[in-house]
C-alpha cells in the first residue's frame, strides 16, 4: 500500500511497506472445503492430535400413530350395538315379560279356565308368544264362533270371544237341539220361542260342535224369511228327508218338497204362481213337488 503524506521535502527516502494484517473493511477470501464424509480427512493423519474420522450417526426412524377419525365413530357405533344387544338380550330373559295373567272376555257359556287352558300362553315369553297357534286351538271350542288376542305389556295377554248365537232347533230321534245359523250343534234343548226348526228323518243322536246338514239349515234360513211375502202364509215346519231333501209345511196345511238349497226363491216363486193359477181354476191340492224346477206336479 502507497502511503502518500503531505510533508515537507525530506531528505528521508520513502519507502513501500506491505502489511500483513488486512486492511480495514476489506473482507478475507472465501476458502472451499470438501469434506470426505465417512472417510478420513485428507488432511488427517493417523496418530496426529487432530479429531480423526467423522462417521453419520445414527438415527431411530420415526413412527407416525396416527388415527383416523373414523375409527372412533366405528368404534362408538359397536359399543352402542353391543350395549343395545346386551340390554334386549336382558330383557328377553327377564321374568318381567313373562306371561303371568290371561283375562278371557264375552265367554257366557265358554269355560273360562277351559279358554286359558285351550290357549296355552301361561309363562310364555310376552315377546315370541305364539298368538296365531292359540287362536288355532281356541277356534276348536264348540261354541267359539271367533277369538282375538292381544298382548297387554308388560305380563298380560287378553282373549276376547265371541261366541255362537243360538239360531234355530234341530230335531233328530225325538231330541231337540239347539244349531245356530251355520249349523253348528250348541247343546240339547230348543232355541228361544220363534226361531227356525228343523224335523230331521236321520237317525242317531247329536253332541255339541257337531255339524247338522248345511243345506237343510240354509234352505230353512230363506224358507222363514220369504215364503210369507210369496204365499201370504207362515211356517208350520220345515223338515230333512233323507233321499228327498227340504219339505216345508204351512199354516193352511199345505206341502212342498223343494229338494236341495239350491233356487229357494225360484222355487218359492213357482209355488206363488201355482196357487194363484190353481185358486182361479178351483183346484185343491195338499202337496206341490218343486224338486224339478219349472215342472211343479201338484197332489
Given amino acids: 500500500m502507497i502511503i502518500k503524506r503531505n510533508r515537507k521535502k525530506s531528505a528521508i527516502v520513502r519507502k513501500i511497506i506491505r502489511r500483513a494484517g488486512p486492511v480495514v473493511g476489506a473482507q478475507a477470501p472465501r476458502a472451499i472445503v470438501k469434506r470426505n464424509h465417512g472417510g478420513v480427512h485428507p488432511r488427517s493423519t493417523v496418530g496426529s492430535g487432530s479429531r480423526g474420522p467423522r462417521f453419520p450417526r445414527p438415527r431411530l426412524p420415526r413412527v407416525s400413530f396416527h388415527i383416523p377419525k373414523r375409527f372412533f365413530v366405528f368404534a362408538a357405533l359397536l359399543g352402542s350395538v353391543g350395549l343395545l344387544a346386551g340390554s334386549g338380550y336382558w330383557v328377553y330373559q327377564s321374568p318381567f315379560f313373562r306371561v303371568t295373567t290371561v283375562t278371557v272376555e264375552g265367554n257366557k257359556r265358554v269355560n273360562t ?101 248345511y243345506q237343510a239349515v240354509d234352505a230353512a234360513a230363506e224358507i222363514y224369511e220369504k215364503l210369507p211375502r210369496q204365499l201370504g202364509t207362515t211356517v208350520k215346519q220345515v223338515s230333512f228327508i233323507a233321499g228327498k231333501g227340504v219339505q216345508v209345511t204351512t199354516a193352511n196345511g199345505q206341502t212342498a218338497l223343494l229338494g236341495d238349497s239350491s233356487s229357494i226363491a225360484y222355487k218359492l216363486a213357482v209355488w206363488a204362481a201355482m196357487a194363484q193359477q190353481a185358486q182361479a181354476q178351483r183346484i185343491n191340492y195338499t202337496t206341490i213337488d218343486l224338486r224339478y224346477g219349472n215342472r211343479p206336479v201338484l197332489q
Avoid: C
Fill in 113 to 213: 279356565d277351559t279358554v286359558v287352558g285351550a290357549a296355552d300362553l301361561l309363562g310364555a315369553s310376552m315377546f315370541t308368544a305364539n298368538l296365531a297357534a292359540a287362536q288355532k286351538e281356541l277356534y276348536q271350542l264348540p261354541l267359539v264362533n271367533s277369538v282375538r288376542v292381544e298382548r297387554e305389556w308388560p305380563n298380560t295377554l287378553k282373549i276376547v270371544i265371541e261366541e255362537r248365537k243360538a239360531w234355530g232347533t234341530w230335531e233328530q230321534g225325538g231330541v231337540e237341539y239347539t244349531i245356530d245359523r251355520s249349523g253348528v250343534v250348541l247343546g240339547v234343548g230348543p232355541a228361544p220361542e220363534g226361531s227356525p226348526s228343523i224335523v230331521s228323518s236321520e237317525l242317531g243322536s247329536r253332541r255339541q260342535g257337531d255339524h247338522v246338514d
